[in-house]
């Protein structure tokens, strides 16, 4: 069964710090997807990043980067220079290719950027 | 840009009444999926729905949910008799493409209170 693991339940920054985000993901699965959902405090979901389980190359996007390690089954996201509209729930997911496709998601991070 | 949209955004009820949850999802969309995230926790895959049927659904979906698309455009989500533990943000999505492929767009949720 597939499981999402995200260890840091809350972490608080100054803006402009630079700060990671822990995913650790399970799957028996050897073609699979991982995400990144950002929940503001508005509460909807927003997409960041999708990656699959053949591309282990890292992604940056602006101040947002990813580094996918298939080694360790990690995705963890980095936020460069924080700012406090990064104030948010991070949700890292994994989807499977079988079984409907759904995303199985962690249980969150909660980020507070403070000035 | 389109998007997945969902009605009511907001709706109070009291135990024991059924409840309707509607979402319009992308138009061109094949795939579609309602997830449930209870206030503070971790977003949960409920059930997923492909070509007019349910393709895989969760053991929190019992017999008193139910799904439909009843006009090709709108796709439900029922509650017959709602529970207080059934208060939560219910999620739309949609998605174009089977697998991880399709990038999966969420609706902006609607908050269920049953009182």
């Known amino acids: 069964a597939q499981k999402v693991t995200q260890a840091q339940t809350e972490i608080s920054v100054v803006e402009k710090e630079d700060v990671t985000l822990d995913c650790v993901y399970e799957?028996?699965?050897?073609?699979?997807?991982l995400f990144w959902y950002k929940q503001p405090p508005s509460g909807e979901l927003v997409f960041l990043i999708r990656?699959?389980?053949?591309?282990?190359q890292n992604e940056i996007s602006g101040r947002y980067s990813w580094n996918f390690q298939k080694s360790t089954s990690s995705f963890n996201f980095t936020i460069t220079a924080s700012q406090v509209v990064d104030s948010a729930v991070y949700f890292c997911?994994?989807?499977?290719?079988?079984?409907?496709?759904?995303?199985?998601f962690g249980t969150g991070t909660q980020l507070k950027v403070e000035l | 840009e389109p998007e997945v949209t969902q009605t009511p955004s907001h709706q109070v009820t009291q135990m024991g009444q059924e409840v309707i949850l509607r979402c319009v999802p992308i138009?061109?969309?094949?795939?579609f999926y309602w997830y449930r995230q209870i206030l503070g926790q971790k977003v949960e895959f409920l059930v997923s729905?492909?070509?007019?049927?349910?393709?895989?659904k969760s053991e929190i979906f019992d017999d008193q949910f139910s799904v439909e698309r009843p006009d090709g455009s709108n796709f439900t989500l029922k509650i017959r008799s709602t529970k207080l533990e059934d208060s939560a943000m219910y999620f739309c999505?949609?998605?174009?493409?089977?697998?991880?492929?399709?990038?999966?767009?969420f609706g902006e949720g609607s908050r269920l209170t049953v009182l």
């Open positions: 138009s061109n969309h094949l795939y």
């Open positions: 997911a994994l989807s499977e290719t079988g079984g409907g496709n759904k995303l199985t």
């Open positions: 799957t028996r699965d050897t073609t699979y997807y």
């Open positions: 729905f492909y070509n007019n049927e349910i393709s895989e």
């Open positions: 999505a949609s998605r174009r493409l089977a697998g991880g492929t399709g990038e999966l767009f």
């Open positions: 990656r699959n389980s053949f591309d282990e």
